[in-house]
Nanobody, 122 residues
Framework: QIQLVESGGGLVQAGGSLRLSCAADGRTFSSYCAGWFRRAAGKDREFVGG???????TYADFVKGRFTISRDNAKNTVTLQMNSLKPEDTAVYYC????????????????WGQGTKVTVSS
């Protein structure tokens, strides 16, 4: 079992930045894909990006160079650096873990954090 805890959410003005972190409790986390998802009010959960154990990164198209994912396997942490934030980025952001490769399908992910709320004001 892997437990994931997100942190770093908050309120930021449009154009600002936030850095989200995901701390994993589990010896095998380093072998998993670590994904970031988000759910805006009234919408389905959507894939933001993911990073494999080896550092291969996939981003959703809407990221467009604004977000950066990284991980530290020694510390069992994954980071989502978000720059040039827009009001439409307002959502609850979730960290998730999947065996093997990353993907955008939520059903690939076995473990989920509770989420951290990001609000971007205009």
């Amino acid at each position: 079992q892997i437990q994931l805890v997100e942190s770093g959410g908050g309120l930021v003005q449009a154009g600002g930045s936030l850095r989200l972190s995901c701390a994993a409790d589990g010896r095998t986390f380093s072998s998993y894909c670590a994904g970031w998802f988000r759910r805006a009010a009234g919408k389905d959960r959507e894939f933001v990006g993911g990073i494999t154990w080896s550092g291969s990164i996939t981003y959703a198209d809407f990221v467009k160079g604004r977000f950066t994912i990284s991980r530290d396997n020694a510390k069992n942490t994954v980071t989502l650096q978000m720059n040039s934030l827009k009001p439409e980025d307002t959502a609850v952001y979730y960290c998730a873990a999947a065996r093997g490769q990353c993907g955008s399908n939520t059903r690939m992910y076995e473990h989920w954090g509770q989420g951290t709320k990001v609000t971007v004001s205009s």
